[in-house]
């Protein structure tokens, strides 16, 4: 059987990329654990039943989508049968066989896939250039809105804006800054969850030059949701760093109207001193302008280790 499935601790457009790819490829989305509220609330609007979880990729031809890093993908991903990747982020694994790879530096995996239909391309990635139903342009459409926090982050391009207006138009919807607003607010609801929740909702792990780092982000409205929890989820960080054998640990809160992001920075601060040139005061420093963890704190990271 063959399965489209997106990262570890999945976010929107890791759901909706696999539920859409494979609709035009004709076979099954999956995904590698719980939805978050905010897939939740979207998946809910636009009438789409969650993809079923899979654990093991053993006897499964496997399209992945919206990551290409080993350590956020099925952990037996050489026991089945690796076809494609169909991502927006850094080229992160080797392949011992040809597959198909197909990537931009776009806000999102769903802007990629708009593209490669408005575009009739699917057949390039093996898919059929078969019509796409309404509710489906709305769950793309939802995807790149919460990708690019509603057109705010620095990840975002001009492609992400064109294929939101050409997908809004099939999906009927008329405001697209409302949608994204009502999307945003259902993403926003920590302020109802326990910290342990929180810090699993959107964590990756990384691997720099073989050392382990992890790096989480929760996306708010408003700074209260999360101020009374952050001393708790810097206990938790600072447990996991210490059992699950990381070298550092980043979490970032990230404030959509202020934009910007306070890090809390747990395991080796020398490095994350480095990489951004601060110097850090009690475990965690303000970023004004850093919203985006692949563009703005992956690549900085990833040079101070090298």
Do not use: W
């Amino acid at each position: 059987m063959r399965f489209v499935v997106g990262h570890k601790n999945p976010d929107t457009d890791s759901i909706v990329s696999s539920i859409v790819l494979a609709y035009f490829l004709d076979c099954y989305p999956a995904k590698l654990g719980k939805i978050n509220p905010e897939t939740e609330f979207v998946l809910r609007k636009f009438g789409v039943m969650e993809p079923e979880t899979i654990e093991s990729a053993k006897n499964k031809e496997i399209i992945l989508v919206d990551h290409s890093e080993r350590s956020q993908s099925l952990e037996d991903l050489d026991e089945g049968k690796l076809i494609a990747i169909i991502d927006h982020h850094k080229v992160g694994l080797t392949t011992s066989e040809p597959i198909i790879y197909y990537a931009k530096p776009v806000g999102s995996t769903a802007t990629v896939i708009a593209e490669l239909y408005f575009k009739k391309a699917l057949d390039l990635i093996g898919g059929k250039n078969k019509e796409l139903t309404s509710d489906l342009a709305g769950l793309l459409l939802s995807a790149i809105l919460s990708d690019t926090v509603l057109f705010k982050s620095p990840t975002t391009t001009e492609l992400d804006k064109e294929m939101a207006k050409k997908l809004a138009e099939i999906a009927g919807v008329k405001d697209i800054e409302s949608l994204g607003l009502e999307i945003l607010k259902a993403k926003s609801v920590v302020s109802k969850m326990e910290p342990e929740e929180i810090i699993k909702m959107d964590f990756k792990d990384f691997n720099f030059n073989g050392k382990k780092v992890g790096i989480g982000q929760v996306e708010i409205i408003d700074i209260s949701e999360i101020e009374d929890k952050k001393e708790r989820i810097k206990e938790l960080l600072e447990e996991k760093l210490k059992s699950e054998g990381y070298d550092l640990i980043l979490f970032m809160i990230t404030d959509i109207m202020k934009e910007g992001s306070e890090i809390l920075v747990i395991g080796n601060k020398e490095m994350f001193e480095k990489a951004f040139n601060v110097k850090l005061e009690n475990n965690s420093i303000f970023l004004p302008g850093v919203m985006s963890r692949k563009k703005q704190v992956v690549p900085p990271l990833e040079r101070a280790y090298q």
